[in-house]
């Protein structure tokens, strides 16, 4: 038996028309399944971690429909279990999927790859106790969500790029302190990715060399730079160009620690305030790439 877990609000309705094309699939090859949404993030956490207990031992896999919250969601029952879990990218940022080679245009490309090939393992990110699939960051664009979380009356990307501007007006580096792997040392930072994928953001490589398969994370931390450098430098993270600035630093490492007066998300759930410890938790999940 599968599991199709969606979001059926994600990427503005995708989640649902996808989802029924996921089932009629499985109709058309006869194949049994179960639906698992919710009406909320913690509904449908509740109601996918009671399906996958109640019907232990008969799971086949789970495809998931949605962006990168649900993927999220997901992970933290799948992780280091023999589940493998098939994503239909239906969000609207999709970065997880990106990085598992999916076509974002095409997302039902993958079901056919799924039941012709095995699943293969790839790494996860583990902070404080949950799992995250993508990018762990830190500084200004975890306060932009924080802002855009509060701009209730908005809706969409909308609200994040009035939080952007809202932020920007008022934002300073802060003083960090890092231990990663066993080197310790202290940087005033204005943005810290700690990374599994290499985007977020929807297509942001903002660690553009990143592989989910290697053990490692890869660390960007962009010191303190001007408001108006600042604008200079973060259009050219669509393109992977700005880890050529000077004020761009890119690490490697397994265990990451962080601490500072700041809040940290990844996958772009809210993780809470530091300080962190993350770890790469090799090989953790089964999923299949394209």
Do not use: C
Not at 69 to 80: E, Y
Not at 123 to 144: E, K, P, Q
Not at 179 to 200: C, E, H, K, P, W
């Amino acid at each position: 038996m599968w599991i199709i877990l969606f979001n059926p609000t994600s990427g503005g309705g995708k989640g649902k028309r996808y989802a029924l094309e996921v089932e009629r699939f499985l109709i058309e090859r006869d194949i049994s399944f179960r639906v698992i949404s919710g009406v909320d993030y913690q509904d449908a956490k509740d109601r996918f971690e009671e399906s996958l207990k109640s019907n232990q031992g008969v799971i086949s896999g789970v495809i998931v429909v949605g962006g990168d919250g649900m993927v999220h969601l997901a992970i933290q029952a799948l992780a280091t279990t023999s589940i493998p879990m098939a994503l239909i990218p239906a969000g609207t940022g999709n970065d997880f999927a990106r990085a598992l080679g999916l076509k974002i245009k095409e997302p039902l490309k993958v079901l056919e790859h799924a039941f012709t090939n095995k699943p293969r393992a790839v790494d996860l990110g583990r902070v404080n106790n949950r799992y995250f699939a993508d990018i762990l960051s830190t500084g200004f664009d975890s306060v932009v969500n924080e802002r855009a979380n509060a701009l209730t009356f908005v809706k969409g990307r909308m609200k994040y790029n009035i939080a952007i501007a809202l932020v920007l007006s008022t934002f300073r580096p802060k003083n960090y302190s890092f231990r990663i792997d066993a080197v310790d040392f202290t940087s005033r930072a204005m943005l810290i990715a700690v990374s599994n994928g290499s985007s977020y953001g929807g297509g942001m490589k903002v660690t553009p060399d990143a592989q989910i398969d290697d053990g490692l994370f890869d660390i960007m931390i962009l010191g303190p730079v001007s408001k108006m450098e600042f604008l200079k430098v973060f259009p050219k993270v669509f393109s992977g160009a700005h880890v050529t600035h000077p004020a761009v630093k890119i690490l490697r490492g397994r265990t990451v620690e962080i601490s500072s007066d700041a809040v940290a998300y990844a996958d772009g759930e809210r993780i809470g305030p530091l300080p962190i410890v993350a770890s790469v938790i090799p090989r953790a999940l089964l999923t299949w790439t394209l």
